[in-house]
């Protein structure tokens, strides 16, 4: 029988197939994750935008290979007569194929893990900023609030200078919130009761948004407010010129 | 009493049953009304009606009361109450409760006869599926412009809550409810499963608790996600009572369901069907209903810790009093994972049988396939914190469960190996079961995809809370496991009815499903990675595009659905007759007649071989 | 597949040996047991948690109000004048929990005692050794209550917030007793019922493996007392 010609033949096709599809994708995953989604104001969104290329790059020969196999079964390996069709050959398993798929998806799988795992430490260092700043964040219905520690300021939109490391402290006054600022990529839920804390340092002077991630009741959807990212000396006059709080 | 089969009395007059002649779904509903009141204004009178706590326990006692009487009005404390006393059931009760001569009346009874439960299932699942897919609709067409248009915040955020809830509950049902119940016994060359009461209390348990979760819309529903989050669910109004109450009444029926169905698959299998003998849907059934053993008792502890706090005062999740909300959060999701995997594995199971029957071929790589189910189910109950990477919980244990959520995409390839080994040379006979399955493989292949770059941590710190995650697990529930289910009900129903499901009305069905899935999901991902978070009842205006084009989608699944539920009820009454094995099947549930008779077989068959003999005589030849 | 159709099983009638059922019964209540195993695990892992987290250092204590031993008119006085201060809550007494324990594992021998008996041919011994493991049962389910009972509330006001509420211990430990007394009532009702079916001739000295079923549950649920004491005791 000739079995392996009909592997050979099979694979042949499959591959002009699998070329076609993993080179649109690699070119749609390097470029539409940028296109697509916000404009990147820290190293943080650009490591997110970055992973996410990384991933839709690696991601592309797999489901290459997924769509050209099925395909081509759809094509070449549909029975067009009528009634029940003969039994194909009993090919119950092939050890070699085996091994090779798993190995190469867990190789891919620690590639992805250790890429993972190196954003998250640059990640965590919260960029490399100068001048380390704190800012106490405060989630409630349906509101956000910020203070900055060392001044008398609060304020319901974020002001931040641009480059500098800025540590936010976040908690809530009644239930979990979810603090995002969209366009630097940091996330971290306000829980009543206790202070969480993420580090970013944004880079691009402008105007961002910043929405609540966490189901907090009937207007979570109108829990937004702006971030204003500005030059060293504007936010050194915006602090200067806010009113104390009472 | 010495009765034989031969003496069987004439159709129609039936004998045995006792009290379980005279009860059935009505009976039960009446039950559980009357029970339901009578806890009701018991409650009302005793209770501090000025106590923060009144409405909370009232409304709790009340849900109480509507389940024990159900139970009791549908009969499923005869059989409890009959061992008490020591008369247990005789051959002409056991008879009767299975359904023996009773015709279309036993579809509305206790009946333990696993067929008729998992007829029971399929009808169940189409209830649950229709109100989980008109609460879809209602948020879609919501959301098809930014702004509010015909429901407020408040009934929003309760639909989404409950549209989240009972499309899991249906989900989870899906493929084990009608076909662990139907083929599994046969496909183990047995006469029914292990404990025949149970099938039933399975079933109608989770049938009180839709009302339950059902009504919860009617007392204020619940705003805060089908996840129920503390605090926030603290703060709600007594709907929340109602779904914690429905989600312990589901959480007891599956485990009963669970039980059963790990007894059948390893004490009722025939003479000769060895373990490696098992078709796969077994193992996927067995595999499935094993974790969810493990993973539903933390749903049950969560639901009922929460409505302990919201009635009586203790500080599980509250702050103020020592509790936590990541207390709340860690149950949950703890439960959470393990159970998506309850989902999916049945409907793999299901997929991966009919890939072999439809491709004419061997399952590729049997010991691998259950393998690499194994491994997903026991990798799953590693990695439930990934869902809350944000928390704030513990962000020194990011690292770890990155690494197991990761992890578990290698036994996922294995399913995609698997079926490809499968298709690979076969005679793919393009039948409607089949289309489904090719459909599952381009979603699934996205939804598992999008599931990795969720597993990365940065990226999950833009991506959580957004649409992008309500995307991903669309693909995953809808793209996969409702297209397995579907598959299975296409390829079942010639057992289950004697008649085909209409083929040309299913492949409009199917396309019209698939094309909107994509619609519906591809541009919901745009919209979550352009910032929409999700679970906002309306949205920023950059996000309208994307938004419509999903309601368009949506309404193009609507039509989808619609088309199959014309297609089963036309075809359940006249369709085209199928015989007994018109797939050319070798589970051992196509080779006894249709319809299959009470016991399932004459002469209990010895097995010598495996299901997947496809093509060994020209081995041999 | 390849299917023979002689049958070794069966012959007319389909009915199955006594020990076949009796190995289905017991993989069912093994199974069964497991995911009581589970669901203890679950409240285990509350207790553990919400001591190892000390929420705003309110593990034991809460900023409220102590109202025992007060009288109306005395609390009263309390709300409308004073603050609420940080109240300290003594954990549960040991000698309670270890003697539920105790109780518990002597109606779990007392079960086992019938059973045995009942194994060995001796039917007549079951009747009031099971009615007293079931009576056992109950006297642990009302140490329980009373356990239960001496869990102290206190009185909580923050902003619009008043009520009585129990500290995350308090409440860890209501839900390991509310849970322990559930299966109590359980267990009692299952040893009854084996009374009562061996009254009834449903239990014989031929027919006693139903009785070595309820032996295995009710031997859990006296494991299981033990486990929570000795987490309670040694975590308080």
């Not at chain 2, 080779?591 to 071989?609: G, H, K, S």
């Not at chain 3, 190995?23 to 047991?33: A, K, N, S, Y």
């Not at chain 3, 039917?123 to 869990?151: F, K």
């Not at chain 3, 902003?159 to 359980?186: E, K, P, R, W």
Request: glycine share 10%; net charge neutral; with cysteine.
């Amino acid at each position: 029988m000739a079995t392996s010609n009909d592997n050979k033949k099979a694979i042949y096709s499959i591959f002009w197939i699998w070329l076609v599809i993993t080179i649109v994708g690699v070119l749609i995953s390097i470029k539409a994750p940028a296109w697509l989604m916000p404009t990147s104001a820290s190293s943080s969104m650009h490591l997110v935008i970055e992973t996410i290329v990384v991933f839709s790059v690696a991601a592309a020969p797999v489901a290459a290979l997924v769509y050209a196999t099925t395909l081509y079964a759809l094509v070449k390996w549909r029975w067009r007569g009528d009634g029940v069709p003969p039994d194909g050959p009993n090919l119950r398993n092939n050890s070699t194929l085996t091994a090779v798929w798993i190995v190469s998806s867990t190789m891919l799988t620690i590639f992805l893990l250790i890429w993972g795992l190196a954003a998250l430490a640059v990640d965590e260092g919260g960029g490399n900023g100068k001048n380390p700043m704190t800012v106490n964040v405060t989630g409630q219905q349906w509101a956000w609030s910020f203070t900055y520690p060392g001044t008398h300021v609060a304020s319901n939109e974020l002001y931040l200078p641009v480059n500098d490391k800025i540590t936010f402290n976040v908690t809530s006054k009644d239930v979990v919130h979810g603090f995002w600022i969209v366009q630097m990529g940091v996330k971290v839920n306000a829980n009543p009761g206790v202070s969480t804390t993420v580090s970013v340092t944004p880079n691009k002077i402008g105007t961002y948004d910043i929405r609540c991630t966490e189901i907090c009741g009937l207007y979570h959807a109108y829990m937004v407010t702006r971030v204003h990212v500005l030059s060293d000396t504007a936010f050194a006059k915006w602090l200067s010129s806010q009113p104390s709080r009472a | 009493m010495t009765t034989t089969l031969e003496h069987t009395p004439t159709k129609g007059a039936a004998r045995g049953g006792g009290i379980m002649r005279r009860l059935n779904f009505l009976t039960g509903i009446i039950g559980g009304v009357l029970v339901a009141a009578l806890f009701y204004f018991i409650a009302r009178e005793t209770l501090d009606q000025g106590s923060q706590t009144f409405v909370d326990t009232l409304t709790t006692l009340t849900g109480v009361g509507w389940v024990i009487g159900f139970w009791l009005g549908i009969g499923a404390f005869t059989g409890v109450g009959r061992w008490f006393i020591g008369k247990d059931q005789n051959h002409d009760d056991e008879m009767y409760l299975a359904g023996k001569d009773l015709g279309r009346a036993r579809y509305w009874k206790y009946t333990t006869d696993h067929k008729v439960v998992g007829v029971q299932y399929v009808i169940v699942t189409m209830v649950l599926l229709a109100a989980g897919g008109i609460l879809a609709m209602a948020l879609r067409t919501e959301l098809i412009t930014p702004g509010a248009h015909f429901v407020n915040p408040q009934i929003y955020n309760a639909f989404i809550s409950v549209h989240g809830m009972v499309m899991i509950v249906a989900l989870i049902v899906a493929v084990a409810g009608p076909w662990a119940n139907f083929v599994v016994p046969i496909m183990v060359g047995a006469r029914d499963m292990a404990f025949p009461r149970l099938n039933a209390l399975s079933l109608w348990t989770l049938v009180a608790a839709i009302p339950l979760l059902l009504g919860s819309l009617c007392v204020g529903g619940l705003s805060m996600g089908w996840v129920t989050q503390a605090p926030i669910s603290e703060q709600a109004g007594p709907g929340m009572d109602l779904f914690a109450l429905a989600i312990i009444t589901f959480a007891i029926s599956t485990t009963v369901a669970g039980v059963n169905t790990i007894c059948t698959v390893l004490t009722m299998r025939t003479k000769g069907m060895t373990l490696e003998r098992l078709p796969i849907f077994v193992w996927s059934s067995l595999i499935a209903a094993a974790l969810g053993l493990y993973a539903f008792p933390f749903f049950l502890v969560v639901m009922a810790l929460n409505v302990v706090d919201r009635t009586t005062g203790t500080s599980f999740f509250i702050a103020s009093g020592g509790g936590t909300g990541w207390l709340q959060e860690n149950l949950f999701w703890l439960m959470g994972h393990p159970e998506v995997y309850v989902i999916l594995l049945p409907a793999v199971g299901a997929l991966l049988e009919i890939t072999t029957v439809f491709s004419r071929k061997p399952l590729f790589s049997y010991r691998t396939a259950v393998g690499g189910m194994a491994a997903l189910a026991g990798l799953s109950v590693l990695v439930w914190a990934h869902h809350m990477f944000q928390t704030g919980w513990a962000p020194t244990l990011g690292g770890p469960f990155m690494l197991t959520t990761e992890l578990i995409s290698i036994p996922t390839g294995i399913v995609f190996l698997v079926i490809l080994g499968t298709l690979w040379r076969g005679n793919i006979w393009m039948k409607l079961p089949m289309y489904w399955v090719f459909g599952f493989v381009f979603d699934f292949l996205i939804g598992g995809v999008t599931g990795i770059y969720l597993s990365d941590i940065p990226v999950d710190n833009q991506m959580h809370g957004t649409m992008f995650v309500v995307a991903h697990f669309h693909y995953v529930f809808v793209g996969s496991v409702l297209f397995g289910a579907i598959a299975a009900l296409c390829f079942w129903f010639p057992k289950m009815t004697g008649r085909f499901l209409d083929e040309k009305l299913g492949k409009i069905s199917f396309w019209l499903t698939f094309v909107g899935v994509q619609v519906t999901f591809l541009s919901m991902f745009v919209s979550g990675l352009r910032g929409m978070p999700r679970r906002y009842a309306s949205y920023a205006i950059i996000f309208e595009h994307t938004n419509f084009i999903s309601t368009i989608g949506a309404y193009i699944i609507m039509a989808g659905m619609l088309v199959l539920l014309g297609a089963i009820i036309q075809s359940w009454r006249s369709g085209e007759p199928s015989g007994p094995n018109p797939w050319s099947s070798k589970t051992l549930e196509w080779l006894v007649p249709t319809p299959v008779p009470l016991e399932n077989f004459e002469v209990l068959p010895v097995i010598t071989a495996d299901p997947y003999t496809y093509g060994e005589e020209l081995v041999n030849s | 597949m390849s299917v023979l159709t002689h049958d070794e099983h069966t012959t007319g009638g389909h009915h199955e040996s006594p020990e076949v059922i009796d190995h289905r019964q017991r993989l069912g209540i093994w199974i069964f047991i497991a995911g009581d195993v589970v669901t203890l695990a679950a409240l285990l892992f509350t207790y553990l948690y919400l001591r190892g987290t000390n929420t705003e250092g309110s593990w034991r204590s809460v900023v409220a109000f102590d109202f025992t031993g007060k009288s109306l008119a005395q609390a009263q006085n309390l709300i409308d004048n004073g603050t609420p201060g940080r109240v300290f809550e003594k954990a549960v007494s040991l000698g309670l929990n270890w003697a539920i324990v105790l109780v518990v594992a002597v109606s779990a021998a007392l079960f086992a005692f019938g059973e045995r008996k009942i194994r060995e041919g001796n039917a007549r011994t079951l009747v009031p050794v099971g009615l007293a493991a079931s009576a056992v049962a109950i006297v642990a389910a009302v140490l329980a209550v009373i356990q239960m009972r001496s869990i102290p509330q206190f009185y909580f006001v923050q902003n619009d917030s008043q009520l009585f509420i129990h500290t995350a211990y308090g409440s860890a430990m209501l839900a390991l007793s509310g849970a322990l007394i559930i299966h109590l009532v359980l267990l009692a009702f299952l040893g009854v019922g084996i009374v009562v079916r061996s009254l009834n001739g449903a239990i014989s000295s031929t027919k006693w493996t139903q009785v070595r079923l309820v032996r295995f549950f009710w031997v859990w649920v006296a494991i299981s007392t033990l486990i929570t004491a000795v987490v309670t005791t040694a975590l308080q």
